[in-house]
C-alpha cells in the first residue's frame, strides 16, 4: 500500500512530464522510483590543496535515475527553493534554467573561494552562473574552515548537457570526466526503463 500511495504521489508531481533540453526541445524522461543510483554516482569532483568541489547536476534526465530516497531529496531541495530559483531566471530572462547542486570543502583553514569562477564550458562555449541559492551560511561569506562545508544550488542560462559532455572549471582545476559517466547512465537507464516496464499497473482504481 506504502508503495502505491508512493507512486500516486510522484504522479501528481508530474513524474511524466517531459522536461527541456538545451535547445529548449521537449525531452521525455523515465519516470522516478525506479533507479539505483547514488547520488555520488552522478557528482563531478576537483580538489586541491585548499579545498574540494563537488558538482551535481539537477536535471531530470539524470536525477530520475537515482534511488527512490536520493531522487525525493533531490526534488525536495529543488521545490523548497523553487521560488528562489524562478526569480534568479525571470531577472535573467531564462526560461528554462540549467541546476546543478554545488559544495565547497575546506581542506585547510582559512580557505577562501569565489563562487562565481566555477564555469561550464559546452561546445566551446564558457558558462558562469547567472545566480546562486546559498544552502548553507559559509557559502555567502566565502570562507571555510578545515572540514567545513558551504554548498548551493546554481542556475544557469541553459540546461547542463547531461546526455553529452561538458567541461567543469574552477581557477586551474578542470574536471571532464562527465563523458566518462555516459555508459553508466546509459546502462541505469536501460534498467530503470526494464523495472518500470515490469511494474505491475495497480487495478483497484
Known amino acids: ?82 521560488r528562489r530559483i524562478d526569480s534568479v531566471a525571470s531577472r535573467a530572462g531564462v526560461s528554462h534554467p540549467g541546476l546543478a547542486l554545488v559544495s565547497f570543502f575546506g581542506v585547510r583553514s582559512d580557505v577562501h573561494f569565489d563562487a562565481q569562477t566555477l564555469t561550464l564550458l559546452v561546445r566551446n562555449r564558457a558558462f558562469q552562473p547567472i545566480g546562486t541559492i546559498p544552502l548553507t551560511p559559509r557559502f555567502t561569506s566565502g570562507q571555510l574552515g ?26 586551474a582545476l578542470t574536471s571532464e570526466d562527465w563523458q566518462n559517466k555516459q555508459s553508466t547512465l546509459e546502462r541505469e537507464r536501460a534498467r530503470a526503463a526494464a523495472r518500470a516496464r515490469e511494474q505491475p499497473r495497480d487495478t483497484s482504481r
Open 1 to 82: 500500500m506504502r508503495t502505491r500511495h508512493w507512486f500516486a504521489l510522484l504522479a501528481l508531481l508530474g513524474c511524466a512530464a517531459p522536461v527541456r533540453g538545451q535547445s529548449g526541445e521537449r525531452v521525455r524522461v523515465l519516470p522516478p522510483g525506479y533507479g539505483t543510483l547514488s547520488q555520488n554516482d552522478l557528482a563531478l569532483r576537483m580538489r586541491n590543496d585548499d579545498l574540494e568541489i563537488r558538482f551535481i547536476p539537477l536535471d531530470l534526465r539524470v536525477t530520475r535515475l537515482l534511488a527512490r530516497d536520493a531522487y525525493q531529496s533531490i526534488l525536495g531541495l529543488v521545490e523548497t527553493n523553487r
Open 146 to 171: 578545515v572540514r567545513d562545508q558551504a554548498s548551493a544550488i546554481y542556475v544557469f542560462e541553459e540546461s547542463i548537457p547531461v546526455d553529452d559532455s561538458f567541461t567543469l572549471s574552477y581557477a
